[in-house]
């Protein structure tokens, strides 16, 4: 069987455009609304002027004009990134940033022979992944510091080819909930929903499902893929990038029957939420607001279905509080659990300037570490696994009954 290595992503070579759009509903004075006249009448019209367009990915967009003008301005940053990094691989070399790096200020003291300018180059790293990474680099700088690059390269070259053959016209209850899920997964997507799309996703999907059976495949795992699809532009690149984030990035059994991972990271969350937002968390927790009823779908799916596609590169933990305390003042004047998940909804279609939330997350809510993150894990785990224990136990009783 030939894999076919379908190239997707950006458009014309990784350059940004301009946003092409339509108007739903036409109102005068158009062109000036867009062009930034929005003083009175005229900003008043950019909130109500509904308009269609197509991101960075290829999404069919509807927002209003000042999501255009948004969207644009974050294009006009993205280039002016690519900028530096191309001024960056023109000084430093083109995969400088493909060296060996340091992952904390804490980890460079304790290696002596670590050198200066391996140090800078981390620090450097680190501040330009925050404010973006091009998309047309974005392949070969996930794939090599995910460590993805490495993963692969531990394998047979034809390690993927050769899973893919094997598990060809084999039926599983994955492969049948993959099947099902394939038209479903971000419709109308002029490649996704294709029949070429589907069968690019469907390989990557069911290829992992053999490769880890006790994961298999769990809902949600489709839009992850179909995203990296997206980005990586070869199904070998998404499928690998895939299989790190599930074995070494996300938190253990996140995507297995119980979902106890998943259960996992809303403790974590809302233990979280409560030391970072104590107004919002107490509020919450008044009202009976339960996290899971909007979490769940933000950690299975990483927030592609809730998020603009511009939020590919997003810390979890730090954004999901930076979110909700930009949206401190509503949440709190509210006092029904739907108030509050038609508040966050609202939000999320509009939320197309990464910058506005990224400044939130690391200057307001101040940024988690990874050893932040693995100690609330750790903490949250045996009540978890208590929980659904009980839960089993009852279940058990009520079938024996």
């Not at 690019?200 to 499902?209: A, K, M, T």
């Not at 599930?246 to 996992?264: K, M």
């Amino acid at each position: 069987m030939h894999i076919t290595q379908t190239k997707r992503g950006v458009s014309n070579g990784g350059n940004v455009q301009r946003l092409h759009w339509k108007v739903i509903n036409t109102v005068n004075s158009t062109n000036k609304i867009i062009n930034g006249n929005t003083n009175g009448n005229a900003a008043k019209k950019n909130a109500t002027i509904k308009v269609k367009f197509t991101d960075l990915y290829e999404f069919s967009v509807e927002g209003n004009l000042d999501d255009v003008n948004v969207l644009n301005e974050v294009r006009e940053r993205v280039r002016q990134q690519g900028r530096t990094w191309w001024a960056l691989e023109a000084s430093k070399g083109a995969n400088w940033y493909l060296k060996p790096q340091i992952s904390s200020l804490s980890e460079a003291l304790t290696v002596s022979s670590l050198k200066i300018s391996v140090l800078a180059d981390t620090i450097l790293l680190k501040r330009l992944i925050r404010k973006g990474i091009p998309p047309v680099l974005r392949p070969k700088v996930w794939l090599s510091l995910s460590g993805a690059a490495k993963k692969r390269s531990m394998a047979p070259e034809t390690y993927y080819a050769d899973l893919i053959k094997a598990v060809t016209d084999k039926v599983t209850p994955a492969t049948l909930q993959i099947d099902h899920d394939l038209p479903r997964t971000f419709p109308s997507h002029p490649w996704l929903d294709t029949p070429e799309g589907h069968a690019s996703l469907r390989r990557v999907l069911v290829g992992y499902s053999f490769r880890d059976s006790d994961v298999g495949y769990c809902q949600g795992l489709n839009y992850v893929a179909a995203l990296l699809l997206l980005v990586m532009k070869t199904e070998e690149d998404a499928f690998w990038m895939l299989a790190t984030l599930l074995e070494n990035v996300l938190v253990n059994d996140c995507y297995t029957d119980n979902l106890s991972g998943c259960h996992v990271e809303q403790r974590v969350f809302k233990d979280l939420l409560s030391k970072k937002c104590p107004r919002i968390a107490t509020h919450l927790e008044a009202m009976g607001f339960d996290v899971s009823l909007v979490a769940t779908e933000w950690f299975l799916c990483l927030f592609s279905k809730s998020l603009p596609s511009e939020y590919l590169e997003i810390t979890i933990f730090s954004c999901l509080c930076g979110w909700l305390q930009m949206k401190e003042e509503e949440l709190l004047s509210v006092n029904h659990v739907g108030d509050v998940i038609s508040i966050l909804h609202a939000t999320a279609h509009h939320l197309f300037d990464p910058d506005e939330l990224l400044t939130v997350a690391f200057d307001k809510i101040g940024s988690m570490t990874t050893n932040t993150i693995t100690k609330q894990r750790k903490k949250q785990e045996p009540a978890v696994m208590a929980e659904l224990d009980q839960r089993l136990r009852r279940l058990n009783s009520l079938k024996k009954d």
